[in-house]
């Protein structure tokens, strides 16, 4: 199904104008239309025409169009140039229908299909407690595969897990001072840390501590039996951690994690992941010194980036050892080959953005992407800030890891559920505070443009009035109520030609603007732009009930309203269910 936005971008196309040029915006004032162009002061100029006549020609040709002329019921030319569209009446009620039929399927425009995204997100660390940085690229990575997925995309979630490096040397060191020989099958991620922790303070002072660690590492990077087995155990008993603590409480999973190690040539890592890639680290640099396009700086190897006018990139150190962008590089080179992605999305940090402007133009002087190849792309976003407007640390004891997040989100929940209905089982609580609480959390998250800092407001988080997931939760719960007093087996017959008023056309225009909205999110990479939408169709919703009798005498008009209320019903909930966000019949 395609959008009446696309349908009109291509009506638009058929005139004697430059297809990249035609771009439709909604006004904000409705006098102006539901939806307006400038493709007549455009091209004005290179068409040598004044715009308002260039306007009038343009509507002359578009009344021939089948789609405008039963779509619109009026389109007009007003100064400077504009062209305006103004919806038929008939045209907006036929929408209900479309909502109704297609259910939770509503949205689906189809246009990513035959088409493959990669989306590279979350990526904690190994032998560390996930950061509030990790949850906010979890978050946001998941919403987005969602909607690609939603939009026909053919879907790859990769969480490049951070499982390889230098840190596996000292974390050994470490363990084998406080544990010996014998293996602890149950390590916590809480003791790796602490381990990990306890050698930096260390190996300031303690040179010996050092070499211990980097012979160690030496000893896993050549197969020794015991390291090796530390190595899987540390990285084992952090995946099960992670998914535990914070992956199955968010209700997210991936579709891969080939983290760092994978692109190490050695017989452990590939006993790991069963496979092997495509292209290790060594063959980057390999690569690099054979395209001439690498060359030694201080014993270390880079790629000058001068041509781009860009940083050179480090990828191989002056000990030999690889680093991040050397296995990024190996990363690309995989996914390219295994995947033959369209879209390959990276969403990590604002602070690295530098790194993958270095890595993207490296790939194309190594010949792994195409020159013109536009489809990889870095999704930033910005910090997360305390109280105090500084980025969120451990100092003072300030809440920082992922899980400690989610806790106080479903504690905080819970008392809520709790106060405002005391009646209900335990088990009825801890399920509402579950989806009120995970809800809030990502929707904290995701309101908010994703380059921005943002902070956890943990009142406004629960905000049952606005502009939060609770308000759009019970927004849904609040139409499912008013079907518990009258079900819906007639809204397949219901004559949405009655719905004449201006607050029900109003919020039908909001509603019919979904696809929409949805591609808008996939060509910004921001799920914001979802949210904006659903709290002003909730906000529509709202004015129209609480002016709107509902279940008036009318069969037929009460039919006609509960049919235009459960369209709003199956928007939230299609809108919510895409963010991650569940929705409850009761709240």
Same mark, same amino acid.
């Given at each position: 199904m395609k959008t009446i936005?696309?349908?009109?971008?291509?009506?638009?196309?058929?005139?004697?104008?430059?297809?990249?040029?035609?771009?439709? &915006?909604?006004?904000?004032?409705?006098?102006?239309?539901?939806?307006?162009?400038?493709?007549?002061?455009?091209?004005?100029?290179?068409?040598?025409?004044?715009?308002?006549?260039?306007?009038?020609?343009?509507?002359?040709?578009?009344?021939?169009?089948?789609?405008?002329?039963?779509?619109?019921?009026?389109?007009?030319?007003?100064?400077?140039?504009?062209?305006?569209?103004?919806f038929k009446k008939e045209a907006l009620q036929n929408i209900l229908g479309v909502i109704v039929d297609e259910g939770d399927s509503f949205g689906r425009t189809g246009v990513g299909s035959g088409k493959r995204v990669v989306v590279d997100y979350s990526s904690p660390n190994i032998a560390k407690q996930m950061h509030v940085g990790h949850l906010r690229s979890t978050v946001i990575g998941h919403a987005l595969c969602n909607v690609y997925s939603y939009l026909g995309y053919e879907v790859v979630g990769d969480n490049h897990l951070g499982d390889w490096g230098t840190k596996f040397g000292a974390l050994i060191a470490m363990y084998r001072e406080r544990y010996g020989d014998t293996i602890q099958n149950d390590i916590s991620i809480d003791t790796m840390e602490q381990m990990y922790v306890e050698f930096t303070a260390k190996s300031k002072e303690d040179e010996h501590l050092k070499e211990r660690a980097r012979a160690e590492l030496k000893q896993l990077q050549e197969g020794s039996d015991f390291h090796v087995k530390l190595w899987k155990l540390f990285r084992q008993r952090s995946i099960d951690e992670i998914m535990s603590k914070i992956y199955s409480r968010l209700g997210i999973s991936f579709d891969y994690m080939y983290g760092e190690a994978f692109f190490y040539d050695l017989p452990a890592v590939r006993e790991v992941y069963g496979e092997e890639s495509s292209i290790y680290t060594d063959g980057v640099v390999k690569d690099a010194l054979g395209k001439g396009i690498s060359k030694r700086s201080d014993d270390a190897f880079i790629i000058d980036l001068e041509s781009c006018n860009l940083p050179p990139l480090l990828i191989e150190k002056s000990d030999g050892g690889h680093l991040y962008s050397t296995s990024d590089l190996a990363a690309i080179h995989f996914r390219k080959s295994k995947f033959d992605p369209d879209i390959v999305l990276y969403v990590v940090g604002s602070e690295q953005a530098l790194h993958f402007k270095q890595v993207f133009a490296s790939a194309k002087l190594l010949g792994y992407i195409n020159e013109d190849d536009d489809g990889w792309a870095h999704v930033p976003f910005g910090?997360?800030?305390?109280?105090?407007?500084?980025?969120?640390?451990?100092?003072?004891?300030?809440?920082?890891?992922?899980?400690?997040?989610?806790?106080?989100?479903?504690?905080?929940? $819970?008392?809520?559920?709790?106060?405002?209905?005391?009646?209900?089982?335990?088990?009825?609580?801890? &399920?509402?505070?579950?989806?009120?609480?995970?809800?809030?959390?990502?929707?904290?998250?995701? @309101?908010?443009?994703?380059?921005?800092?943002?902070?956890?407001?943990?009142?406004?988080?629960?905000?049952?009035?606005?502009?939060?997931?609770?308000?759009?939760?019970?927004? $849904?719960?609040?139409?499912?109520?008013?079907?518990?007093?009258?079900?819906?087996?007639?809204?397949?017959?219901?004559?949405?030609?009655?719905?004449?008023?201006?607050?029900?056309?109003?919020?039908?225009?909001?509603?019919?603007?979904?696809?929409?909205?949805?591609?808008?999110?996939?060509?910004?990479?921001?799920?914001?732009?979802?949210?904006? $939408?659903?709290? @002003?169709?909730?906000?529509?919703?709202?004015?129209?009930?609480?002016?709107?009798?509902?279940?008036?005498?009318?069969?037929?008009?009460?039919?006609?309203?509960?049919?235009?209320?459960?369209?709003?019903?199956?928007?939230?909930?299609n809108g919510l269910n895409l963010l991650g966000i569940e929705v409850l019949d009761r709240i």
């Amino acid at each position: 199904m395609k959008t009446i936005k696309a349908q009109l971008i291509d009506s638009l196309k058929r005139l004697p104008v430059s297809s990249d040029k035609v771009a439709v &915006e909604y006004p904000i004032k409705s006098s102006h239309g539901d939806y307006s162009t400038n493709i007549a002061m455009v091209t004005a100029k290179e068409m040598k025409k004044n715009p308002m006549d260039l306007a009038n020609e343009f509507i002359s040709a578009l009344e021939n169009d089948g789609f405008v002329s039963e779509t619109f019921d009026k389109v007009e030319a007003v100064k400077p140039g504009f062209i305006n569209f103004h919806f038929k009446k008939e045209a907006l009620q036929n929408i209900l229908g479309v909502i109704v039929d297609e259910g939770d399927s509503f949205g689906r425009t189809g246009v990513g299909s035959g088409k493959r995204v990669v989306v590279d997100y979350s990526s904690p660390n190994i032998a560390k407690q996930m950061h509030v940085g990790h949850l906010r690229s979890t978050v946001i990575g998941h919403a987005l595969c969602n909607v690609y997925s939603y939009l026909g995309y053919e879907v790859v979630g990769d969480n490049h897990l951070g499982d390889w490096g230098t840190k596996f040397g000292a974390l050994i060191a470490m363990y084998r001072e406080r544990y010996g020989d014998t293996i602890q099958n149950d390590i916590s991620i809480d003791t790796m840390e602490q381990m990990y922790v306890e050698f930096t303070a260390k190996s300031k002072e303690d040179e010996h501590l050092k070499e211990r660690a980097r012979a160690e590492l030496k000893q896993l990077q050549e197969g020794s039996d015991f390291h090796v087995k530390l190595w899987k155990l540390f990285r084992q008993r952090s995946i099960d951690e992670i998914m535990s603590k914070i992956y199955s409480r968010l209700g997210i999973s991936f579709d891969y994690m080939y983290g760092e190690a994978f692109f190490y040539d050695l017989p452990a890592v590939r006993e790991v992941y069963g496979e092997e890639s495509s292209i290790y680290t060594d063959g980057v640099v390999k690569d690099a010194l054979g395209k001439g396009i690498s060359k030694r700086s201080d014993d270390a190897f880079i790629i000058d980036l001068e041509s781009c006018n860009l940083p050179p990139l480090l990828i191989e150190k002056s000990d030999g050892g690889h680093l991040y962008s050397t296995s990024d590089l190996a990363a690309i080179h995989f996914r390219k080959s295994k995947f033959d992605p369209d879209i390959v999305l990276y969403v990590v940090g604002s602070e690295q953005a530098l790194h993958f402007k270095q890595v993207f133009a490296s790939a194309k002087l190594l010949g792994y992407i195409n020159e013109d190849d536009d489809g990889w792309a870095h999704v930033p976003f910005g910090l997360v800030l305390g109280d105090d407007g500084k980025k969120v640390s451990t100092r003072d004891g300030g809440i920082v890891y992922a899980h400690q997040f989610i806790d106080k989100s479903l504690e905080i929940a $819970y008392d809520i559920v709790n106060e405002k209905q005391p009646e209900w089982s335990e088990d009825k609580k801890r &399920e509402v505070a579950q989806a009120v609480g995970m809800g809030a959390l990502k929707y904290n998250d995701l @309101s908010r443009d994703r380059t921005s800092n943002i902070t956890f407001d943990w009142d406004a988080m629960m905000n049952f009035g606005g502009a939060s997931a609770p308000y759009l939760q019970y927004t $849904y719960a609040r139409i499912q109520s008013i079907f518990s007093k009258e079900p819906p087996d007639s809204l397949q017959k219901a004559d949405y030609t009655l719905l004449n008023e201006s607050k029900e056309l109003v919020l039908i225009k909001v509603l019919q603007k979904f696809p929409e909205v949805l591609e808008e999110v996939v060509a910004y990479n921001k799920p914001n732009v979802l949210t904006n $939408y659903l709290e @002003s169709l909730s906000g529509a919703f709202h004015s129209f009930y609480e002016s709107v009798q509902v279940l008036v005498e009318d069969s037929d008009l009460r039919h006609a309203r509960l049919l235009l209320i459960g369209s709003v019903g199956v928007v939230m909930k299609n809108g919510l269910n895409l963010l991650g966000i569940e929705v409850l019949d009761r709240i």
